[in-house]
C-alpha cells in the first residue's frame, strides 16, 4: 500500500470477509477473475435500490468483460480490490486526461448546479466504478476503497474527486446514502443513453483535503 490506513479506519473496527480483516491494495492482472465475480454479484438484470447496483449487466456475459477489466486497469493508477480470504469489492477511478479521452464529451453533458463553479474542477479524478460484493455492503468496506483512493489522491496533489450516482430510472439509494455520509457536494446532473434506456444520474464533487502534518 502507498499509505496506511487513516486514524479514523484505524480507530473504528476493520471490516472483516470470512474472519479475515478487510485491506486495500492495488489491482493486478490476477484479481480480475475476482473483479468479475464481485461485479457480477450487483451488476446483474435486478438493480436494488436499497442495497446498490451497478447499471452494466456483467453477469449477462463475465467472461465477455475480463479484457474489458483488464483494459481499464492498464489505463489507470487509481484500481483497487479490497480483500479478505479473498477480494470482495473494488474501486476503479481515472484522471481528468484519461477520462476525458474515453469520455471526450464528458464535461459538457453536465447541467451544472448554479452555485457549482465548474472552474473549481481544472484537475480532478473521476469514480468510474465501486463495487463490494452483494451481502457484504455496509460494513465498511466501500469506505476502506474510498479512503485508500484519497490517500493516494492527496500523495498526487489531486484537489477534487467526482462521482455520479444513477437516480432514473431506478435511483441507487445506497450509493446516494454513501454520498450523504461522504460529505459530498452536488455539482450537476447527467443524462445518458445506454442500450435504448435514458439514465439521469447525479454528479457530485468531494474535496480531496490534505493530510496533517
Not at 15 to 44: F, L
Amino acid at each position: 500500500m502507498l499509505g496506511n490506513l487513516s486514524a479514523e479506519t484505524t480507530a473504528r473496527s476493520v471490516p472483516r470477509s470470512a474472519g479475515q480483516p478487510v485491506r486495500v491494495r492495488k489491482a493486478t492482472r490476477a484479481d480480475i477473475h475476482d473483479i468479475v465475480r464481485v461485479a457480477c454479484s450487483v451488476g446483474n438484470s435486478v438493480k436494488d435500490p436499497k442495497l446498490g447496483f451497478l447499471i452494466t449487466n456483467y453477469a449477462a456475459d463475465p467472461l465477455g468483460f475480463l479484457e474489458d477489466i483488464a483494459a481499464g486497469m492498464a489505463d489507470t493508477d487509481f484500481f483497487y480490490v479490497a480483500e479478505g480470504r479473498r477480494v470482495c469489492g473494488f474501486l476503479m477511478a481515472y484522471d481528468r486526461e484519461r477520462w476525458l479521452q474515453h469520455n471526450p464529451s464528458w464535461l459538457s453533458q453536465i447541467h451544472w448546479h448554479p452555485e457549482f463553479d465548474a472552474a473549481d474542477i481544472e484537475r480532478f479524478v473521476v469514480v468510474e466504478k465501486t463495487a463490494v460484493m452483494a451481502g457484504m455492503t455496509g460494513q465498511g468496506i466501500g469506505s476502506l476503497l474510498y479512503e485508500r483512493l484519497l490517500n493516494d489522491l492527496r500523495l498526487h496533489g489531486v484537489e477534487n474527486m467526482l462521482a455520479e450516482t444513477v437516480i432514473a430510472p431506478s435511483p441507487n439509494f445506497a450509493s446516494l446514502e454513501f454520498r450523504r455520509k461522504q460529505n459530498y457536494q452536488l455539482a450537476g446532473i447527467r443524462y445518458e443513453r445506454i442500450d435504448g434506456t435514458t439514465y439521469t444520474s447525479l454528479v457530485y464533487r468531494k474535496k480531496v483535503t490534505r493530510a496533517l502534518r
